[in-house]
């Protein structure tokens, strides 16, 4: 599947990158040269008309940016067991007890005893792709893992039991 994306110079102003939808829709940003950053839509029967723009800091672009990235890697990743039978992928949450908060990763053993392999931590609006064993779990966490059907029920009752 591709994706359609436009680039428009605007003289003076700045810069502004669309992605057009498959229903027609144009969705941007602009780029302003001051370094400022709107979101904007636009009209459909006219790609010049802006319907609605919003206003984003740093802060905001960036945790719309993640929020978009961490939706996009968790849906490639459960898509996976669409593709290879007997592989699955499971958002476990983090308990809000769990004698794992403060703790490392590794601490699970989640690959030695369930073969079963975190390959994220899903942190609020950031994504934590890639885990290495030191990572600490905080509150609120969500691990994303692949494994076999066995293999993942076997985690998420060490994730419930906590350490041993």
Do not use: C, N, W
């Amino acid at each position: 599947m591709s994706v359609r994306v436009e680039r428009v110079d605007l003289p003076g102003i700045g810069v502004r990158t669309d992605v057009i939808t498959e229903s027609g829709r144009r969705v941007s940003v602009v780029s302003q040269r001051s370094g400022e950053r709107d979101l904007a839509l636009f009209d459909v029967d006219d790609p010049d008309a802006s319907t609605d723009t919003v206003a984003l800091s740093d802060d905001e672009a960036a945790a719309i940016a993640e929020l978009l990235g961490a939706s996009i890697a968790i849906s490639r990743l459960s898509s996976l067991s669409d593709k290879v039978p007997g592989l699955f992928t499971e958002e476990i949450s983090l308990p809000f007890d769990s004698k794992f908060i403060g703790r490392p990763m590794g601490d699970t053993k989640a690959r030695t005893v369930t073969s079963s392999s975190i390959v994220a931590i899903a942190r609020g609006t950031e994504i934590i792709p890639s885990p290495t064993p030191g990572e600490i779990f905080e509150r609120g966490d969500v691990i994303i893992a692949v494994g076999t059907r066995k293999g993942l029920d076997l985690l998420g009752k060490i994730i419930d039991k906590g350490p041993s």
